[in-house]
């Protein structure tokens, strides 16, 4: 009778650990965290070459810890993944809950550093060279990327994480090419896309479409960009005109935009052609928006 008394207290002790093991794993989640791009301005540039080393997340005590999962280092060509093409980084489990950022380590040269053997960031041409991707401090600090989601308990969430290269690859006045991320974090099941064909386009010229956040826009963001700067800078994203004469602009959160319509001579800016208005933004949806280029110069 003693044995039996001692094994009922082991065996309870046995269950109350399993229970408390699966309470632990139902507050858990899993992030699938993915990349894409808006394609660069400039023609001549065939790829951006990035490589991740590391991938951090902010916590609720405010600090940073790493992904262990993610197997770095990963190089990607960022101009593969424009149009809403993506790639998967990694499914990383997170304790359930909302977070705000993330951080991207790079292999990249330092700015002042020398031109590196084998840089992990760097830009190919057309005519097959290459030339390194400098950074200001982002090798040692990262590149943060800012955007609220949801991990839920004992589910997932797909989060994408633009990087926008148009924004972030700039060329120096010296002729160098240094790398300031501007990255942000979209809920897949959140975002919607704007799209259309364009007409009428100028003989010779090139065409550019950007989508702000209704009202944002102002006439000096064409103008010419200050050192180490870019033009039209509070752009949420952009896309060129393709060979088929239209354009999609991808992962975008709800809400209305106004789209910047300007024209390029061979890859340069030249001027803004016109601005259309009130493009709403649905969860999920394609909203169409044709743009015939005769029509906006008259408007």
């Avoid at 493009?279 to 044709?290: F, G, L, Y």
Wanted: glycine content about 10%; aromatic content about 8%; hydrophobic content about 35%.
């Amino acid at each position: 009778m003693k044995k039996i008394a001692l094994l009922i207290p082991v065996a309870l002790l046995l269950a109350l650990f399993v229970v408390s093991c699966e309470k632990n794993d139902n507050n858990k989640g899993v992030l699938n965290l993915s990349i894409t791009d808006a394609p660069i301005d400039s023609d001549g540039i065939e790829g951006v070459y990035i490589t991740f080393t590391e991938i951090q997340y902010h916590t609720s005590q405010n600090n940073w810890q790493v992904f262990e999962e993610f197997e770095g280092p990963k190089t990607y060509n960022l101009l593969e993944l424009t149009r809403g093409e993506t790639d998967l980084l990694g499914s990383f489990e997170l304790e359930a809950g909302t977070y705000t950022q993330l951080r991207f380590m790079l292999d990249a040269p330092v700015s002042g550093s020398g031109t590196q053997s084998n840089p992990g960031c760097y830009v190919k041409f057309e005519d097959g060279s290459t030339q390194d991707l400098f950074v200001p401090s982002g090798a040692q600090t990262g590149y943060k990327a800012v955007g609220a989601f949801q991990v839920p308990a004992n589910g997932t969430v797909d989060v994408t994480a633009d990087f926008d290269v148009r924004k972030s690859v700039i060329k120096t006045g010296s002729g160098k090419y240094i790398l300031k991320p501007t990255i942000r974090l979209i809920v897949d099941n959140q975002a919607g896309r704007i799209k259309g064909d364009v007409s009428n386009i100028p003989e010779g010229k090139g065409v550019v479409v950007y989508a702000y956040e209704e009202g944002a826009y102002e006439e000096t963001e064409a103008d010419d960009p200050g050192e180490e700067e870019t033009r039209f800078p509070n752009a949420v994203t952009s896309d060129k005109v393709c060979d088929q004469n239209s354009y999609h602009l991808a992962f975008i959160a709800p809400g209305i935009y106004d789209l910047v319509v300007t024209a390029t001579v061979e890859g340069e800016f030249e001027e803004v052609l016109g601005i259309i208005e009130g493009v709403e933004v649905e969860s999920k949806k394609a909203t169409n928006v044709p743009i015939d280029i005769d029509e906006l110069l008259t408007d």
